[in-house]
């Protein structure tokens, strides 16, 4: 079993639309939860960190995180195409090295 | 408000040849993390480092790569007598703090292409 698993994708998402990425994880020691944009060619941008149970809003972007089910999700309201990338998941579980997940590929269409 | 650099963007090697990555953390960071991402694979981690000190190094192959970061000056991630299965991606993030709460901030990376 994989330590992070997310949906490979592509994920296609129309214009406007709310893009709901999912993500669980393996270790049940998993502390601290990050959600990454990767532009195909460019470096993982960290665009939401959360540690606790809920939800965490950063403008257009919502983080839930539940531990009872070892799940976090990233919501996108209001799609729009420059949101068209790969979002990474990542965890930190006892230590401090990111374990990613493959990552989701999106897709905004117009 | 430079973030963090790494340098050189692009590195091509002949096998058996020796390839230095460099990376400068963002200004008020101390603890730095080297990152490998394959071709069409995700990003796995290889060493975590504090000035002077190896911290973590489990993701980082027994022979040929070795990190340090010195009290002066960028980390270096050094790899000897390159093969092909070394041509990646690699990043470096740097945090403030090495409490799991703290967020990592990636460079551009180098992309390593082996000949």
């Known amino acids: 079993q994989k330590e992070v698993e997310q949906n490979s994708g592509p994920l296609s998402v129309p214009e406007g639309a709310i893009a709901s990425l999912n993500c669980t994880y393996s270790d049940r020691v998993s502390q601290s939860f990050f959600w990454y944009r990767q532009y195909s060619g460019k470096s993982p941008e960290l665009i939401m960190s959360?540690?606790?149970?809920g939800d965490k809003e950063d403008g257009r972007f919502t983080a839930q995180l539940n531990k009872a089910s070892q799940y976090v999700s990233l919501l996108i309201r209001d799609s729009q195409p420059s949101d068209s990338a790969t979002y990474l998941c990542a965890v930190i579980a006892g230590n401090e090295k990111l374990t990613f997940g493959t990552g989701t590929r999106l897709t905004i269409i117009p | 408000n430079a973030g963090v650099m790494q340098n050189p963007r692009h590195l091509v090697r002949r096998r058996g040849q020796e390839a230095r990555l460099r990376c400068s953390p963002m200004k008020g960071h101390s603890h730095v993390y080297w990152y490998r991402q394959l071709p069409e694979e995700g990003l796995k981690f290889m060493v975590y480092l504090q000035k002077e000190n190896i911290i973590d190094e489990s993701g980082m192959p027994k022979e040929r790569f070795s990190a340090e970061f010195p009290k002066e000056g960028p980390s270096i991630l050094r790899i000897q007598q390159v093969v092909r299965g070394d041509s990646a991606a690699y990043f470096c993030?740097?945090?403030?703090?090495?409490?799991?709460?703290?967020?990592?901030?990636f460079g551009p990376g180098t992309r390593l292409t082996v000949t």
């Open positions: 993030a740097s945090s403030s703090q090495g409490a799991s709460s703290y967020e990592q901030y």
């Open positions: 959360i540690y606790s149970n």
